[in-house]
């Protein structure tokens, strides 16, 4: 294993220099390859460039931009030279990025457009040690001239490059004698955490923390030389990043696309890639996409489709019992759940296969034709999703980590992916269970997760004293999550310590799960279980804007605006009785658990406002912006 990142990049591309690094698209909207001699190539060019800047060795650089194959060559460029970037998408606000780049000292930035160079020029006061921006897009006159009054030098991505191509040529070696300094334990890069719990803290990662778990991935994602993986994730987080490093480790190719269906489905087709990681929401939302086609054709196709995901799900669960993937939390006895799910499963195996022909390989064909699995990471995966893609034969590998830890700690493999696990522990990491007291509990028994492994972070910047609080002197890091292992050496993540719920009578209750099981409805697109210190629990609740205005239109209910019709009793009582349905003992839940009261929002849930940019719930500041309408649900 090369020692940091660049070496790694320059190895591929020394090996296999014609196999295709990049896909981007050009100004007509097609994808164009890239090979690894010529990203190779443009990484030097930029180094080259920033040197030529007066970038130094252990220097901060920020990129304040979306994903784009600009990005991943200035991140290689800027490592390359010894410096680390400090990484931010363009959803970020005004005084996220401001603290960022003063922070963490930042003189020199890449900002991906126009309007990012605005924002940092808003506040450039509150940033004195930044003196040069550099735009992957061309910025207007007006705007150079604004940056200039405001004392900054303002660079075109291009310009870099020429910058660069003109010292390589007086200086042939020099970007290569660059790359060779670097070490294991250098600086990578400084990611900021989205702060959903307050202040953002800037998480220190070495090379060696993001390499480290590179190979071990091997084993969950089985990827060959010349595949393609379409990236959707903001790169500037670890799970995306990890990625960009993954696939040039096993020379394969990455096309940039975004996470908005009708971009998405069109580059499926496009790129025909075999892998995509994502967060919940894409798969969520994708498979939500196939429904609404099912649902616009007539009532035969809807039944058929319905029937066949019904024999998916079945005879993937059988088919799970045969061969001993189900997960084994207290002693399952593998011989006696092959001889209770073989039969079933070779029945329905029939059944299965004539799905596959009338539906289930038309939708494998509108993702490429060639997709061989999906990696589901930075939350957790609501288990109606898991069993769609489970159904329709889609492999769907689950992934857990956190930004501190680089970011993976496990993954379901490839040939064993366990449903209602997030898989086993990466080579090199481990995890224990602890109650509240330290003493490490058992398979199947909750407690809280530690992780120890070479992933683990260098620690937070210039905040030594949160380090340690996170951080033991034996290596252990608290998650802050709740969980439990398998006999398997496998997790299972249940809720988080922090968003335990209290209720006066003293049971503790873990929102998360509650909040999964309510937006199976597809009455609820967003929800958040609240009842801290109270008798009850209630959940704020943001419906289905298209049914709900459908059934009022087909039950006469009056509609003087959306807002008003949220009030309106009957819309209130059907989604009520939807979330009912859903959370009560005979699905699995305790009588403490059950919501007593909903409050309807009219406005959906925003990443930067309600959502972190992982698309987690935002607890602190969803309770803050609505906390008049959660004092309401408890008033006597």
């Known amino acids: 294993m090369e020692q940091t990142i660049p070496l790694m990049v320059r190895a591929r591309a020394e090996q296999t220099p014609d196999l295709i690094a990049q896909y981007s698209k050009d100004d007509s909207g097609v994808f164009r390859g ?50 680390a970037d400090v990484p931010r998408g363009c959803d970020a606000t005004i005084n996220e990025i401001t603290y960022i780049l003063s922070f963490s000292e930042c003189a020199v930035s890449f900002a991906e457009n126009e309007k990012q160079v605005e924002k940092i020029l808003s506040k450039i006061d509150e940033m004195p040690l930044l003196k040069i921006l550099i735009t992957f897009d061309k910025v207007s006159d007006e705007t150079l001239a604004q940056a200039k009054n405001a004392g900054i030098t303002l660079y075109h991505y291009p310009e870099i490059i020429e910058m660069g191509k003109k010292r390589r040529s007086a200086n042939p070696g020099e970007i290569d004698a660059e790359i060779d300094k670097g070490q294991w334990d250098d600086l990578a890069t400084i990611i900021f955490t989205s702060g959903t719990t307050g202040e953002p803290k800037g998480v220190m990662i070495s090379h060696g923390n993001m390499l480290c778990q590179v190979p071990p991935l091997g084993l969950v994602l089985p990827v060959q030389p010349g595949d393609t993986w379409l990236s959707v994730l903001p790169v500037w987080h670890t799970f995306e990043r990890t990625i960009e490093y993954v696939a040039p480790y096993f ?191 058992p398979p199947g028994k909750q407690g809280i997760v530690y992780a120890r492994g070479r992933q683990v972070m260098k620690g937070y910047y210039k905040k030594p004293e949160l380090t340690a609080a996170i951080i033991s002197p034996d290596g252990w890091i608290n998650t802050g999550d709740l969980g439990m292992m398998t006999h398997d050496n496998e997790l299972k993540i249940t809720g988080r310590v922090k968003d335990t719920i209290v209720l006066r009578g003293g049971e503790n209750v873990e929102p998360t799960p509650i909040e999964q099981k309510i937006r199976e409805s597809e009455w609820v697109i967003h929800a958040m279980v609240v009842g801290q210190d109270e008798k009850f629990l209630a959940v704020l609740a943001v419906p289905n804007k298209d049914l709900v205005t459908a059934f009022a239109e087909e039950n006469n209910i009056p509609n003087m605006g959306y807002e008003l019709l949220l009030q309106q009793p009957e819309i209130v009582e059907v989604v009520y009785n939807e979330i009912s349905d859903l959370i009560n003992p005979h699905t699995g839940f305790k009588p403490f658990e059950r919501i007593f009261k909903v409050k309807l929002i009219a406005k959906p849930f925003e990443p930067g406002i309600e959502l972190s940019p992982k698309m987690e719930l935002k607890r602190h500041a969803i309770t803050e912006i609505y906390k008049n309408e959660i004092k309401e649900l408890f008033k006597d």
């Open 34 to 83: 890239k090979t690894f001699r010529a990203f190779h190539d443009e990484i030097k060019n930029i180094a080259a460039g920033l040197l030529e800047l007066g970038v130094k060795r252990q220097d901060h650089i920020g990129i304040i931009s979306d994903n784009r194959q600009e990005w991943f060559v200035t991140d290689i460029g800027i490592l390359s030279i010894g410096a």
């Open 251 to 441: 020379n394969s190719g990455i096309a940039y696309s975004k996470p908005v269906a009708s971009i998405l489905l069109g580059d499926f087709q496009a790129v025909k890639p075999q892998w995509m990681v994502a967060v919940p929401r894409i798969w969520e939302a994708i498979m939500d996409g196939v429904y609404r086609s099912i649902k616009q054709s007539g009532i035969t196709t809807r039944k058929i489709f319905s029937f066949f995901i019904e024999i998916g799900s079945a005879h993937k669960y059988f088919k799970n019992l045969t061969f001993g993937l189900l997960p084994n939390f207290h002693g399952r006895i593998r011989p006696l759940d092959t001889l209770l799910g073989f039969i079933p499963w070779l029945l329905l195996s029939p059944l299965k296969g004539l799905g596959n022909i009338l539906v289930f390989n038309k939708i494998k064909q509108k993702i490429g034709g060639r997709f061989r699995a999906g990696i589901s990471g930075g939350g957790a995966l609501p288990p109606k999703v898991d069993r769609f893609y489970n159904a329709i034969g889609l492999q769907l590998q689950e992934g857990y980590g956190l930004t501190e830890t680089s970011p993976v700690l496990s993954a379901r493999r490839y040939k064993k992916p366990r449903p209602g696990t997030v898989g086993q522990m990466l080579e090199g990491a481990e995890a224990k269970i602890v109650d509240e007291h330290g003493t490490v509990l």
